[in-house]
């Protein structure tokens, strides 16, 4: 087998021509930071479920620490989005992705069934998405935010 340059792809070149596109980088960063919008979106629309969740998870007071949720989601998911800054967006919602996986999916503490093996799945779906904020962060870190 004989090594192929990208250039020297085509299928290769037209992928890499795809998906390095601003429309395609675009809507991946949106994607990648949807829940960190509509979950703001949410509390902000339902505040007092905001509250409730924080009273769930003994954060207190409720309502410094679901504003201050609600700021920080929107805020570093427009830096991740709009490449200002976009390292430490992304570094700050890999940050705060695992310390609430671990504050709401205790999975381990829960009983065999069905709500411990779905709380199991979330918590290891949540993992994945701090690591994706993490090449986020090294991306734009090695490549610049112009990429």
Not at 22 to 51: E, H, W
């Amino acid at each position: 087998m004989t090594y192929q340059s990208q250039s020297s792809n085509p299928i290769r070149s037209r992928v890499a021509g795809v998906v390095e596109s601003p429309v395609v980088r675009t809507a991946s960063l949106l994607a990648l930071c949807a829940a960190y919008i509509q979950g703001p979106l949410t509390k902000m629309f339902d505040f007092n479920g905001a509250l409730a969740e924080m009273d769930h998870f003994a954060l207190h007071p409720a309502a410094f620490f679901a504003i201050a949720v609600i700021v920080f989601e929107l805020t570093a998911s427009a830096m991740v989005i709009s490449g200002f800054l976009r390292w430490a967006g992304g570094l700050a919602l890999s940050g705060f992705t695992l310390l609430a996986t671990f504050i709401a999916l205790r999975f381990w503490e829960m009983a065999p069934g069905m709500d411990r093996m779905m709380a199991t799945n979330a918590f290891f779906e949540h993992l994945g998405l701090a690591g994706a904020f993490v090449f986020v962060t090294a991306f734009d870190l090695t490549k610049g935010a112009g990429k």
